[in-house]
């Protein structure tokens, strides 16, 4: 039995079939949007805005599972995946909280609870776990991070301001009555926080890209410690938490009438299980990407990355 589930993870996770599944989903989340804005009657901003949101949430977890899959090292990218998501949730949570505070809990106590409750548990393993040094100036040295944090908020402030400005004609009365309430600090912090969620992993997908155009000459290291595996393992278990409450409990309390948007939550889960179980077979297989005759190019792929995404170079000095 064992081995049978092995050889079913070399097909999966291991060959070209590695892309089959986030491909499916992708392509079903853009049916689910197409589908919404082609049958809808008025415009609803919320609802058409978080199927947006999910669609393109779905992007950079697909983009980086194919970098991870085309590396040689991926021992490497360890360090450099948890820091940067990690502190790309920070934030995140951090906005969504102070948004509800500012706005008299508007999504609830349980939920500004659970935000507590899971960003403690996202400093904590940023720290203990693996051993980053949070002070202002180690996160500010993430210029990646803080550059897409801005860039969120003043894509938030914009959107927002259109709609207060214009209100279209198209909108519907619900999402006309919420623009009229004017460019309201709590809900731009709101939809900031949204779309550094969209933004959560491009930190890392960026920095790939940035890898192939390296030339330096680094030293090669594939062994996985198991200081390593358990520092994925906990980060996982963060990040299944956090969106196991976003895309399955909180749609099952607040959105039982929306089928659309609870197949969209439902596309965005399996898409994370699917990056999330990827990820841990990689980890354990670091050299499984010497295939197919490239183990030359590879290991070439290997030496670059070892050196530029070692846990001493995650910084962006």
């Known amino acids: 039995m064992a081995e049978l589930f092995n050889q079913f993870n070399n097909l999966v996770h291991g060959s070209a079939c590695t892309l089959v ?3 499916a989903l992708l392509v079903a989340s853009t049916a689910l949007f197409a589908y919404r804005h082609a ?3 008025m415009y609803d901003l919320p609802l058409a805005g978080f199927l947006g949101n999910i669609l393109a949430q779905m992007c950079p977890l697909i983009a980086l599972k194919i970098k991870i ?5 991926r021992m490497s990218l360890v360090p450099l995946v948890l820091v940067k998501t990690l502190l790309m949730h920070i934030v995140l949570l951090t906005l969504r909280i102070t948004s509800q505070c500012m706005s008299n809990y508007h999504m609830g106590k349980m939920q500004i609870g659970f935000d507590a409750a899971i960003l403690t548990g996202c400093i904590m393993t940023l720290k203990y776990v693996i051993g980053f040094n949070l002070t202002p100036a180690s996160i500010l040295q993430h210029t990646d991070v803080r550059n897409l944090v801005i860039l969120a908020a003043a894509a938030a402030t914009c959107s927002e301001g259109f709609f207060v400005v214009f209100q279209p004609s198209w909108m519907s009365e619900s999402s006309k009555i919420y623009s009229r309430e004017g460019l309201v600090l709590s809900k731009v912090m709101f939809v900031t926080s949204n779309y550094v969620d969209i933004v959560a992993f491009m930190p890392v997908v960026w920095r790939l890209w940035q890898v192939e155009n390296e030339s330096d000459d680094f030293a090669v290291g594939t062994t996985v410690s198991e200081e390593s595996k358990r520092q994925v393992k906990y980060f996982f278990l963060f990040v299944i938490g956090f969106y196991s409450w976003d895309d399955v409990v909180d749609p099952i309390m607040t959105l039982m009438d929306e089928p659309i948007a609870m197949m969209a939550h439902a596309a965005h889960f399996c898409l994370l299980l699917d990056f999330a179980c990827f990820f841990l077979f990689q980890v354990s297989t670091p050299n ?12 070439e792929r290997g030496e670059q990355l070892q050196g530029l995404l070692s846990e001493n170079g995650i910084d962006d000095d």
């Open 288 to 299: 499984l990407g010497a295939k197919d005759g490239n183990e030359k190019l590879m290991r």
């Open 69 to 73: 899959y085309m590396c040689g090292d």
């Open 21 to 23: 599944i986030p491909g």
């Open 39 to 41: 049958t809808e009657e």
